[in-house]
């Protein structure tokens, strides 16, 4: 977990989500559907704050879990500049395999946009995962972010010099195999664990979730930037985004999103 603590130390995760705006978009349109009209809601491994801070606005109660310390310190610097700090019920250094501090059954809807990435072991994916189901109310709604394995692949066939060691198809043939990746390349995306698309589902509901819903938060990574420069240039950019929010559930196109959000209610 160090590696991965020094990694967000570095990395602008809130400026990504700008920079990458796609993701964001698609999943806050579907939070948005299927969000309780009220209620107090957990937001576990939630970096700096950007979806926290979405929710505050909408008027839920929100508690901000998160293992780097710099960034839970950034979220509660955000939450005040945005006169937000009346919204969140704390702002918590912790690890999703261990949330202590936090009641059972205590969210009306709980969200793990992150963990999921970063435990490769199966037995702290579980732990992760029973967390989430211990603190969140019988019948509250759950989110959790997932990697596609088959899109890190493709990835890695595109640009095999930006992600070695998937630079040669012995090594992809293992990834693929075990879905854990560590970069070669000191200070990038480490300790990764990636998911089988139809392993998702399965995996959620062994834990106590009724499916509602999986979706591809990010369909649009298929497009070089030729690309969206060329709608950027025909004013059209937006319209894509609209196509691609109402695609994000077409089970047709998962495999070709970098990330995955599953919604769930817990039995």
């Known amino acids: 977990m160090s590696d991965i603590i020094n990694y967000y130390n570095q990395f602008d995760e809130w400026g990504r989500l700008d920079r990458e705006p796609i993701e964001f978009q698609v999943n806050w349109h579907y939070i948005k559907e299927y969000m309780p009209k009220s209620g107090t809601v957990l937001d576990n491994g939630a970096g700096p704050g950007k979806y926290s801070m979405e929710l505050a606005k909408k008027g839920y109660q929100v508690t901000l879990t998160d293992i780097t310390p710099r960034l839970v310190k950034i979220a509660e610097t955000k939450a005040k500049e945005l006169d937000l700090g009346g919204k969140f019920d704390g702002f918590y250094t912790a690890d999703a395999r261990k949330l202590t501090m936090l009641r059972d059954e205590q969210f009306d809807a709980s969200l793990m946009l992150g963990p999921m990435y970063h435990l490769q072991e ?4 579980i732990e992760a ?7 969140t109310k019988k019948n509250g709604i759950v989110f959790v972010a997932f990697m596609s394995r088959i899109r890190h692949i493709l990835t890695s066939l595109i640009y095999p010099q930006n992600w070695k060691p998937n630079d040669n198809m012995d090594t ?3 990834f693929s195999q075990t879905g854990c990746f560590h970069h070669a390349d000191e200070g990038r995306f480490t300790g990764a664990y ?3 698309i139809e392993d998702i589902n399965l995996f959620m509901e062994s834990q106590g979730f009724e499916t ?3 979706l591809g938060s990010n369909v649009g990574a298929i497009l ?14 937006e319209r894509i985004i609209q196509l691609l929010i109402e695609k994000a559930t077409d089970p047709y196109l998962l495999g070709i999103s ?3 959000l599953y919604i769930g209610r817990k039995k």
């Not at 690309?227 to 950019?237: L, Q, T, V």
């Open 122 to 125: 199966n037995k702290d994916r």
């Open 129 to 135: 995962v029973q967390e989430l189901h211990r603190v």
């Open 172 to 174: 992809i043939h293992q």
């Open 194 to 196: 990636y998911f089988n």
């Open 212 to 214: 509602l819903n999986l």
């Open 224 to 237: 070089p930037q030729d690309s969206w420069n060329y709608w950027k240039e025909r004013r059209e950019a």
């Open 258 to 260: 970098t990330h995955l």
